[in-house]
């Protein structure tokens, strides 16, 4: 039988409308059919008390929960809204403002008040934080707007993260320019020592700095292909992100399980830009990439860093540089005085011919001792063309004089040649003390280290730690000094 | 004939030893008995006056500078070394008893001092003329 189903269509409606039967009919008609849905009142009066209770209990529901219970977003949004003035609509879902927003509002307050931040997924359900934009519509204009106050939004499909302005700022003031100080320090000192050549330094740190500020370009075309063509400039480099992360996270613990959870999955940590990178490493490394590479440029605070250090190095280095030059000076001036005093002083054997024996030791020890003062003049001078601390190894007794120079360089006295006692030792800074012959040897390059020992042990044991020696019957040895092999050292035994 | 240059090794301190020849050595004995000199006409204190005096006289009559406490400060040193011909007795009996009375911490009186300045300025320790007190 063929039935017209206008006509029946009719009649449903019929029946609807005269409250025959309770429930509404919907049609739309296609070009040969009829479509025709028919839900009764207790069917949608039951899907909206579901859908009520579900926004009763959450505070929110989400177009796609809805979905689930056969519920359009046309219908839902009229349902709660009917029955809720403090629903707020949005993209994806529907929340109480009371219930999802305020509390959140008074969690980001907190946040803002010490600093911190706020782990969106302790305050918020899953099913919410999935609609990630309308997240970010609830943080931006109901709250950040609200509190007028901005922050740092980082949201993934795992994490939801809010970093309040206050913590960023307290980043920037109080983490990053320490860690920026100290990159700086460290970089410098690596381009110095990669770049022994302390005025090619000077002019590589002017040449970056013109090509930083486009001065050389402004000189005229030529210097523009030049400076783009030659490699001749520094390359500061950039702090290494990972450790900017670890300093937050050491001053933020709470982040520490946050961004444990991405330790397997990271990317390229190394780099800044949050463009180059496609991997998302977690909410810290997003922070530093988003806000603090935006704000600060990060990469133009590390390179005046090095800069500033690099000029210190050189501006300290030129003046080390002319303190030593004006030291060799006086060593200079004064050596060929101390060989000639050296000498007179050796004359006094004469005097030998007139002395017991007791009194020609008294008289061999006056002349060692001068022959002593003027071994230290040569050894302290070979430790300060030394780089490092050598000089700082060995004691010569009065190792300064009365006006604070070191005595290498002082000038002689010819009245009196110095009547202080000269006595070579190593410094007891280290645990086991050094033979200061051995340390000599070993500290002083090439054979400048085995002559100048050498010119030590000529002089005798009396003037060098370990000179004397102890024997088994308690009885001691002391090596004589040997004024003419000494002398003879002196004159021909470094060439 | 002997190279009176020694040049010691570069990588040591890059400067010649210099070997004293007879004119420097006559310039710097000069230069320190001048020295010397200026210092012991402004000294007033013994103890200087006594130091000075003695490497003066020493360095006039043996010809070479005496270097070291030990030498001057030493008694029985300083009495063998003034036992020169050069020296005239009472130079030595006054030498003497100064530096025993130094030695032992005795007061020295302003005429030795006076005597000992005296002696220590003098070129020629020879013609000085025994002084009269």
Redesign the interface.
């Given at each position: 039988m063929d039935w017209d189903q206008r006509l029946i269509l009719d009649h449903i409606r019929y029946l609807c409308e005269s409250n025959q039967i309770q429930g509404t009919l919907h049609t739309e008609s296609a070009s040969q059919s009829i479509g025709a849905l028919y839900i009764p009142f207790v069917y949608e009066q039951n899907q909206k008390e579901t859908i009520s209770r579900i926004f009763n209990t959450d505070g929110y529901i989400t177009f796609e929960q809805a979905k689930h219970h056969g519920v359009s977003t046309k219908r839902v949004k009229e349902c709660i809204l009917d029955a809720h003035d403090k629903a707020v609509v949005f993209h994806e879902c529907i929340v109480h403002n009371d219930v999802i927003i305020e509390p959140l509002k008074e969690v980001v307050g907190n946040s803002i008040q010490t600093k911190s931040f706020v782990d969106l997924s302790v305050h918020l359900p899953n099913d919410l934080l999935r609609c990630s934009d309308d997240i970010r519509s609830i943080m931006n204009e109901h709250i950040m707007n609200k509190l007028n106050k901005a922050g740092c939004l980082i949201i993934d499909k795992n994490e939801s993260i809010y970093f309040s302005q206050t913590m960023i700022n307290n980043i920037m003031e109080s983490i990053i320019p320490p860690l920026v100080e100290r990159f700086g320090r460290e970089r410098a000192k690596a381009l110095v020592d990669e770049n022994n050549k302390i005025i090619e330094i000077s002019q590589m740190v002017k040449h970056t700095k013109e090509k930083a500020t486009g001065r050389s370009k402004r000189r005229g075309r030529k210097n523009i292909k030049e400076s783009e063509d030659d490699d001749d400039t520094i390359k500061p480099g950039i702090i290494p992100l990972e450790t900017v992360v670890d300093s937050i996270i050491n001053e933020y613990s709470d982040l520490v399980e946050v961004q444990d959870s991405y330790k397997n999955l990271k990317g390229d940590v190394s780099c800044w830009s949050s463009d180059e990178s496609t991997d998302y490493d977690g909410p810290v490394f997003e922070l530093c990439r988003i806000e603090i590479n935006k704000n600060s440029r990060i990469d133009q605070l590390c390179s005046d860093a090095v800069h500033a250090e690099l000029e210190s190095i050189i501006a300290s280095k030129k003046g080390s540089t002319l303190r030593d030059a004006k030291i060799e000076a006086k060593f200079?001036e004064n050596?060929?005085l101390a060989?000639?005093?050296l000498?007179?002083?050796i004359?006094?054997t004469?005097?030998d011919q007139?002395?017991?024996e007791k009194?020609r030791d008294?008289?061999s020890?006056?002349?060692l001792?001068?022959c002593a003062s003027f071994a230290r003049r040569?050894t302290e001078?070979?430790l300060f063309k030394q780089d490092g601390d050598a000089e700082e190894v060995f004691s010569f007794s009065n190792r300064h004089n009365s006006w604070g120079e070191k005595y290498f360089y002082s000038q002689i006295d010819?009245?009196?040649?110095n009547?202080m006692s000269t006595f070579l030792s190593c410094t007891d800074s280290s645990a086991k003390k050094l033979d200061p012959l051995q340390a000599l040897r070993n500290l002083l390059?090439?054979?400048?280290g085995v002559?100048?020992a050498r010119m030590w042990v000529l002089l005798g044991g009396n003037f060098y730690d370990g000179g004397i020696k102890i024997n088994y019957d308690n009885s001691s040895f002391v090596r004589p000094g040997d004024l003419t092999a000494f002398l003879s050292h002196?004159?021909?035994s470094?060439? | 004939m002997r190279v009176i240059t020694?040049?010691?090794?570069r990588?040591?301190?890059s400067?010649p030893?210099?070997?004293?020849d007879k004119k420097?050595?006559k310039k710097?004995?000069f230069?320190?008995r001048k020295?010397?000199t200026e210092?012991l006409e402004q000294a007033t204190e013994i103890d200087k006056i006594f130091e000075?005096s003695v490497?003066l006289l020493l360095q006039q009559v043996?010809g070479?500078?005496?270097?070291?406490?030990?030498?001057y400060e030493?008694h029985?040193?300083l009495i063998?070394?003034f036992?020169h011909k050069k020296i005239p007795s009472y130079v030595l009996s006054l030498f003497e008893s100064v530096s025993s009375a130094l030695k032992n911490g005795d007061t020295v009186s302003l005429e030795q001092i006076k005597l000992i300045k005296q002696f220590g300025l003098s070129k020629d320790i020879r013609s000085h003329q025994i002084p009269t007190l």
């Open positions: 200079e050596f060929p060989c000639y005093h000498q007179l002083a004359k006094m004469i005097f007139y002395l017991n009194q008294v008289l020890n006056v002349i001792q001068q040569i001078y070979c010819s009245t009196q040649h009547s390059p090439g054979n400048i002559a100048i002196c004159e021909e470094c060439l | 020694f040049v010691m090794s990588s040591m301190v400067y030893f210099k070997i004293l420097v050595e710097l004995m230069s320190r020295e010397m210092n000075l490497l043996y070479i500078a005496v270097y070291g406490r030990d030498i030493n029985d040193i063998r070394l036992q």
